[in-house]
């Protein structure tokens, strides 16, 4: 049976005058209907990079250099512009950090959520409102008639994404990536967009990729993960195995970086250094500037991703046990 979602080998590199810069080396994962899936990794990891090129939306000097991208069996790099564009409107919808990305601030959101429908499909100015005002009140926005009227400045950021969210469903979607959904937003907010998100996908089947910095939120949401580091995926498995024992060093980071995960009174935990620029990549593991465990093997060779001993995923790492 087909995957909703099939990358391969994806590579994607950025043509510079000074070279091509890899950006994204080779990575593939799964998704099914209804599934979500975090895409974790500190700023520079390539997660949004991966989320653009599903979308076919990497621009210049940007280019996918290798790989496929399978959707509902249909090879995306293989659609014509037009049939591409009809994906975007239709199959796939993204969201995000900034809402005010999306929406136009001198348009009613009534009049952005209608345009948008009718140019997708054909229906009448009618239907199109009475499909906004549905799509308002599953992101529990309140009196969606009136507030149809309003301009995104008359909201506050949270119901602005909420609003977004409104957008991305007009279509019924099969899949929405939402990149940093919630990185602009109180706190407060952040967990009710998220439970928001998940309802949503729930009650639709509706597939999720979730780009985020933070593993907490991830964990909360999705059923599997793929961190990460330097263009490149170091583990990958299912949300509750990888964050109760996390293998790649970067993920045992990241998970000790976690604000719960401080002994009371101590400092809250910071991976040493930072993500290397795509022009610097370490030679070998990209991680071991910044690892711990470090040894001679990981200057000089790539761990590859692979399954390793009795864990239930995969992870590039040369010490975690084959
Ligand atoms: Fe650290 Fe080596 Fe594993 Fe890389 S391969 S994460 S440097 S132990
Ligand atoms: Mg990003």
């Not at 939306?57 to 250099?65: C, D, V, W």
């Given at each position: 049976m087909n995957h909703l979602l099939e990358i391969r080998d994806l590579e994607v590199r950025f043509a510079l005058r000074s070279g091509d810069l890899t950006a994204i080396d080779r990575i593939g994962f799964t998704l099914e209907k209804g599934e979500r899936m975090g895409l974790v990794g500190e700023s520079g990891a390539g997660k949004s990079v991966t989320g653009f090129s599903i979308l076919n939306?990497?621009?210049?000097?940007?280019?996918?250099?290798g790989g496929s991208i399978f959707f509902r069996g249909k090879d995306l790099a293989a659609l014509s512009p037009e049939e591409m564009r009809s994906v975007r409107g239709n199959r796939i919808s993204m969201i995000f950090q900034d809402p005010m990305m999306t929406l136009n601030p001198v348009m009613t959101i009534g009049d952005q959520m209608t345009e948008s429908l009718m140019a997708h499909r054909k229906i009448s100015r009618a239907s199109a409102e009475a499909l906004a005002v549905e799509k308002l009140q599953a992101v529990h926005i309140p009196s969606p008639e009136a507030r149809l009227?309003?301009?995104?400045?008359?909201?506050?950021g949270g119901m602005r994404q909420r609003i977004v969210i409104a957008i991305a469903l007009l279509t019924d979607p099969d899949l929405i990536i939402a990149d940093e959904p919630t990185t602009a937003l109180d706190v407060t907010i952040q967990a009710e967009i998220m439970d928001l998100l998940l309802e949503l996908c729930t009650l639709k089947d509706m597939a999720m990729i979730l780009i985020t910095h933070d593993l907490g939120v991830v964990s909360q949401v999705t059923e599997k993960i793929a961190v990460m580091y330097a263009g490149k995926i170091v583990e990958t498995g299912s949300t509750e195995n990888i964050v109760a024992r996390p293998q790649h060093p970067y993920t045992q980071g990241l998970i000790r970086a976690l604000?719960?995960?401080?002994?009371?009174g101590s400092r809250l935990y910071q991976i040493p250094g930072s993500m290397p620029n795509l022009s610097a990549i370490p030679k070998g593991c990209a991680f071991h500037p910044r690892c711990e465990r470090a040894e001679e093997v990981c200057r000089r060779e790539v761990p590859e991703l692979l399954k390793r001993g009795t864990f239930q995923r995969l992870v590039a790492c040369h010490l975690v046990g084959v």
């Open positions: 939306l990497i621009s210049k000097p940007g280019y996918i250099a009227r309003q301009y995104p400045h008359e909201f506050s604000p719960g995960s401080r002994e009371p």
